[in-house]
């Protein structure tokens, strides 16, 4: 991804999107400048402020819009996965937040999602795939990148958040 530079106190400070990993760090990514499954990722950074709002059922029908714009069916990761994933382990960590369990369950299907990396082995002279392979890889990176915050998710006292970890760790296990 490309630098980013942020002004703060009228000094330039560069910054890369791949160092954003809580939300206030939201606005360091070009969302405009990615695309998700409906087209431009602009949308991305107020489906997560909509997550970490503590309303319950706004919690739920953002991650639900989030989760069809970063993977698509269950399995269709995109150019915006990876850089959305530590926003989702950031709101996972956070006891506030809503739909924890949910969001578990979205980073393992993110982990898990392998759709073009199968067509591109089942057909290598098929050349369709574009940074497709890619974006998956480095969604699946992402989520493993943060996986040393599983022993924390499984101390907690939520059983139905507890699960949802221990299917996630399962998978990163693999």
């Given amino acids: 991804m ?18 954003a990993t ?15 499954s409906t087209g431009s990722a602009a949308a991305i950074p107020y489906l997560l ?6 309303d319950e059922a706004a919690a739920h ?13 269950g399995f269709v990761v995109g150019q915006a996965t990876a850089v959305t994933v530590p926003f ?7 006891p506030q937040t809503r739909c924890r369990a949910q969001i578990l369950r979205l980073l393992r299907s993110i982990a898990d999602a392998r ?28 989520v493993r990148a943060q996986r040393g915050a599983i022993p924390r998710l499984l101390a907690e006292h939520d059983h139905e958040l507890v699960d949802a970890t221990r299917a996630l760790a399962a998978t990163l296990a693999d």
């Fill in 88 to 94: 989702l382990w950031d709101l996972a960590r956070r």
């Fill in 49 to 54: 402020a909509a997550i970490a709002s503590g």
């Fill in 2 to 19: 490309q630098p980013l530079t942020e002004l703060s106190s009228g000094e330039a400070s560069a910054r890369r999107s791949d160092q």
């Fill in 115 to 142: 759709q073009w990396e199968l067509m591109a082995a089942a057909y290598p002279k098929l050349r369709r795939h574009g940074h497709h392979v890619e974006w998956e890889s480095a969604a699946r990176r992402a």
């Fill in 22 to 36: 809580t939300l206030r760090d939201v606005g360091l990514v070009p969302w405009g400048d990615i695309e998700d």
């Fill in 61 to 73: 029908d953002a991650l639900d819009r989030l989760r069809h714009r970063i993977c698509r069916h």
